[in-house]
């Protein structure tokens, strides 16, 4: 896909958790608009009759259908069920459910047993064959799909489960990465200071694991990524063998970045780098800057308006808090002066407050409860490990306030209420 198309080095989802991250996407509306905060609320909740993607595509024409998680799944318990679905998005669904969920959970290693399994730091070389998994079975369905509607148009969404928690991949994408020469994410015990209290998710730092325990937790979390990639591969070549790669555009993303050890901290649901920054690759018609690297700053809310523009769609929604990347996919250096938004809500004694991060090509700043809890400032450009907090610097006073009134402006037009 990269040598095909554009891949985007500084993609950022909207809140590292996966119902708030996918219900923005497939809505194009930012979570203080959705107003899904957690692992559990719907978003037609708050904004009922909200045309989501594939209803878009479906009022074109399109035959829409998902194959695994799109919309929020509970994982693993929910696998093999419709999950946090959306019934009007989709003309088809389908969940399958492989020997991961069904037969090998039992059989796992896990280094944090007090949390739940979809957040435990836990692990299993299976010796089952890919297509005997959840996600191989989703690459069959997916390219069964592609073949009954070869000759319409159609929207398909693939949905992996893999690299989430429980890692269960076939061995031999274990065998992939010999325990020896996985190296360990830089840590030092300050890095859990250098931010406020409010910042960090994983407490204590590496949830207590030792190094082995953490060289093992990367090496089960490579082997799922690759056993993922997999799948992927396979739906490429079935779009090569039915002759439709000329006329198919396909986005490649995940809705949210991943933590291995960076700050001590673990998965997802924080506003720092890892947590925030997502893959994303996009190729195929309209898509004229072939393998080529996107070094400016663009967010899960652009796909929205992107597919709707590259797929030519009538009666997009107005109100759609991204902005098309069909510039960037014709000229991946092209002038672009958008940032990126990227929340979280935390616990404050008896109060639910927010984090909001901004991110420029070169800076993040991030507050808490609007500052009054703390705040960050990072220069990716000298300290791309965030590791020195600017946000008290005298010297980076000016640029933390043009920071400020851009995020206030940004999530004023996205639906937050102003504060008491």
């Avoid at 191989?136 to 592609?146: Q, S, V």
């Avoid at 396979?234 to 291995?260: C, M, P």
């Avoid at 797929?311 to 109100?319: D, M």
């Amino acid at each position: 896909m990269a040598a095909r198309g554009v891949r985007f080095d500084r993609a950022y989802c909207q809140y590292p958790l996966c119902n708030p991250s996918r219900a923005s996407l497939m809505t194009g509306l930012g979570p203080d608009t959705t107003t899904v905060y957690n692992n559990s609320r719907h978003f037609r909740e708050a904004i009922p009759d909200v045309v989501t993607l594939g209803q878009l595509f479906q009022k074109n024409g399109y035959f829409s259908a998902r194959v695994g998680k799109i919309f929020h799944y509970g994982v693993p318990a929910q696998i093999g069920t419709d999950g946090l679905d959306d019934k009007p998005t989709w003309n088809r669904v389908v969940n399958p459910c492989g020997v991961d969920h069904s037969k090998e959970e039992a059989l796992l290693t896990n280094y944090t047993p007090q949390r739940g399994l979809g957040s435990a730091v836990c692990f299993y070389a299976s010796p089952a064959q890919d297509e005997e998994h959840t996600d191989g079975m989703i690459a069959l369905e997916a390219i069964r799909l592609m073949e009954e509607h070869r000759n319409e148009p159609w929207f398909l969404a693939a949905g992996f489960y893999r690299p989430h928690v429980p890692w269960i991949a076939p061995v031999k994408y274990f065998d992939q990465y010999p325990l020896a020469r996985i190296e360990l994410i830089p840590f030092r015990e300050d890095e859990m200071r250098i931010a406020p209290e409010l910042a960090y998710f994983t407490r204590p730092a590496h949830w207590g694991m030792n190094e082995q325990q953490r060289r093992e937790a990367m090496r089960a979390y490579y082997a799922s990524i690759s056993f993922m990639d997999a799948q992927v591969g396979k739906l490429l070549e079935a779009l090569a063998r039915l002759r439709l790669e000329q006329n198919t555009v396909i986005v490649f993303w995940s809705d949210h970045g991943y933590q291995l050890g960076e700050h001590g901290q673990w998965m997802k649901q924080t506003l720092f780098e890892a947590a925030a920054r997502v893959p994303l690759m996009i190729c195929g018609p309209g898509v004229s800057a072939r393998g080529q690297l996107c070094p400016r700053t663009v967010e899960l809310l652009d796909l929205y308006p992107t597919l709707a523009e590259l797929c030519n769609l009538r009666e997009t929604p107005r109100l759609l808090h991204g902005r098309s990347l069909g510039p960037l996919l014709r000229d991946p250096k092209a002038a672009w002066n958008k940032v990126a938004v990227t929340q979280v809500q935390r616990a404050s004694g008896q109060k639910a407050v927010m984090g909001y991060t901004i991110r420029t090509e070169r800076y993040r700043y991030t507050w808490w409860d609007e500052g009054r809890l703390g705040e960050e400032l990072y220069d990716y450009q000298k300290d791309p490990r965030e590791l020195v907090n600017l946000a008290s610097s005298a010297e980076a006073a000016r640029l933390k306030k043009d920071l400020q009134q851009q995020l206030a402006a940004i999530l004023k037009a996205r639906g937050k209420k102003a504060s008491a």
